[in-house]
C-alpha cells in the first residue's frame, strides 16, 4: 500500500474541500446519509462477515458489541451526519478582533486542521462519524480501521467515496488504509509531511502505541476508567438507578462506569441493595473487606481491579471514610475520562468538581453522558483525555485551528 500517494491525495483534497461554501458540504453530507440507508444492505452483509470472523476466534462480548452493526446503528450513522449538517459550521469564525496602535488590524479565524489521520478499533459506526466531522470542517481524512471491522469499514467507506464522486466531489476527501500490517499502521504514525494530526480511538494499548511512536501530532483519546462515588449524603434510590445505568446499558464503551467508590456511612444502606440489583445484570463485582461484609460472595479486589477498564460485566468497589479519600482514590487510578459524585451535600459536590482530575466530572447524573450527541456537538470524533488543544468530547471546533488575519495600509516595521 502506497502511503505516501495516500498522503499527497489528502493534500490535495483538503486544499478542495476548504474551497467548498459551508452549504456545498452540508449537501454533500446528505447525500452520504442518503446513501448510507439505501445501501445498508450491503453495510450489514460486510458487518455480518466482521462479527462471525469476530465470534469465531473468540472475540470478547465486549468489543464484539462494538463491532456489531444493526438497522438502528446504521440509522443512527445516517441521523448523526444530518445531525452535523444543522450545527453551526466553525470554519471563517471571528474569535479575536483588534487594532495595534500602527493601524494594523489583525482578526484571529477559525481554520480546518488540514489532514486528520484517525486510527481506530472494532467500531466501524467511527468511520462514518469522523468521516462527518473532518468534512464539514473542510478536513481531509485518512481512516485506519481494525483488522476486526475491516469489510465494514471498507463497505462503508466505499459508499462515502461513491456518493462524493457522484456529487462531483474529490473522493480522497475520506481514505481506508486496507492493509491489516502492523508495518503499515507504524509507517503511518511517521506521516507528518502529510498528516497534520494523528487521533487514536481504542484501547489503552493502542494509544499508548501511537503516542509512544507517533512523529505526527497526536490528540490523546483515553481509555475509560470512570468512578463514581457514592457519598454519605446520597440519596441511595438515586443512586443505584445511576450506578446500573453507568455500569450495565452499555458495557464496551469508554464512558461506562467500572469502577465504584463508597462512602462508609453509606455501605449498610447501599451495598446489598445494589449488590442485588448488579446480581441480576449478572455483574461481578470485586471488593474490599467492607464490601465483602455486605456482599459476601463478591470477589477480592487486587490494587489492579482498581485501575482496569473491563469493558465488561466486572465493577471494582472500594470503600473510604471521606470525600477526600474518594477524590484521592480517584485521582489516583482514573484514566482522566469522566467521573460522578452522588451526594445531597453542596460543599462535598463542590470539592469533587474542583478537585477531581478528569475531562468529564459529574453531579447526580450517570458518566454515560460523556458523549458528542449528548453535549449537543453532534457525531464526536473522540473523547480526549488531554490538557491541550481539545478535552472532552470533540467536536466541531476541535478540529479547527486558527490562523492570524492581518490588514495593513503600508505599514513598516521600523
Not at 452483509?45 to 472475540?59: P, S
Not at 494530526?197 to 494499548?205: D, F, T, W
Request: proline share 2%; net charge negative; aromatic share 4%.
Amino acid at each position: 500500500m502506497d502511503l505516501t500517494a495516500m498522503g499527497k491525495a489528502a493534500g490535495q483534497a483538503k486544499y478542495a474541500l476548504q474551497k467548498m461554501s459551508g452549504e456545498d458540504r452540508n449537501r454533500c453530507l446528505l447525500a452520504v446519509a442518503a446513501a448510507l440507508r439505501e445501501q445498508k444492505e450491503k453495510i450489514l452483509l460486510a458487518n455480518g462477515e466482521d462479527v462471525r470472523k469476530g465470534e469465531e476466534k473468540g472475540m470478547h462480548p465486549g468489543l464484539v458489541d462494538r463491532l456489531r452493526l444493526s438497522d438502528a446503528r446504521i440509522e443512527s450513522m445516517a441521523e448523526g451526519l444530518e445531525e452535523i449538517c444543522k450545527l453551526d459550521d466553525p470554519v471563517g469564525e471571528v474569535l479575536e478582533r483588534f487594532t495595534r496602535p500602527n493601524g494594523l488590524e489583525l482578526r484571529k479565524v477559525r481554520v480546518p486542521l488540514g489532514v486528520i489521520g484517525i486510527i481506530y478499533e472494532s467500531r466501524p459506526n467511527v468511520t462514518a462519524d469522523a468521516f462527518g466531522l473532518c468534512f464539514k470542517t473542510g478536513n481531509a481524512v485518512i481512516l485506519k480501521g481494525g483488522s476486526d471491522a475491516l469489510a465494514s469499514n471498507s463497505a462503508i467507506t466505499q459508499i462515502i467515496r461513491e456518493s462524493l464522486g457522484a456529487q462531483g466531489i474529490c473522493m480522497d476527501a475520506v481514505q481506508l488504509i486496507a492493509s491489516t500490517d502492523r508495518a503499515v499502521t507504524a509507517e503511518f504514525m511517521k506521516m507528518n509531511r502529510y498528516v497534520d494530526v494523528l487521533i487514536p480511538r481504542g484501547g489503552a494499548g493502542l494509544i499508548r502505541s501511537v503516542v509512544e511512536n507517533s512523529t505526527v501530532p497526536v490528540i490523546e483519546t483515553g481509555t475509560g476508567n470512570c468512578h463514581i462515588y457514592v457519598d454519605e449524603d446520597a440519596d441511595i434510590g438515586m443512586a443505584v438507578d445511576i450506578i446500573l445505568n453507568a455500569k450495565t446499558q452499555r458495557i464496551g464503551v469508554c464512558n461506562a462506569c467500572e469502577s465504584l467508590v463508597v462512602h462508609e456511612a453509606a455501605e449498610k444502606e447501599l451495598l446489598p441493595v445494589l449488590g442485588e440489583a448488579l446480581k441480576k445484570k449478572q455483574v461481578e463485582i470485586r471488593g474490599d473487606r467492607q464490601v465483602k461484609k455486605w456482599i459476601p460472595d463478591c470477589t477480592d479486589a487486587t490494587e489492579e481491579d482498581y485501575k482496569t477498564e473491563y469493558l465488561d460485566y466486572i465493577l471494582s468497589v472500594k470503600t473510604v471514610s471521606s470525600v477526600s479519600e474518594a477524590i484521592t482514590h480517584i485521582n489516583t487510578h482514573n484514566t482522566k475520562h469522566s467521573e460522578a459524585i452522588i451526594t445531597g451535600n453542596k460543599e462535598h459536590a463542590e470539592q469533587f468538581l474542583k478537585e477531581v482530575d478528569a475531562a468529564c466530572v459529574y453531579v447526580n447524573a450517570s458518566t454515560r453522558f460523556t458523549d458528542g450527541f449528548e453535549f449537543g456537538f453532534g457525531a464526536e470524533i473522540g473523547i480526549s483525555t488531554q490538557k491541550l488543544h481539545a478535552r472532552g468530547p470533540m467536536g466541531l471546533k476541535e478540529l479547527t485551528s486558527y490562523k492570524y488575519i492581518i490588514q495593513g495600509n503600508g505599514q513598516i516595521r521600523q
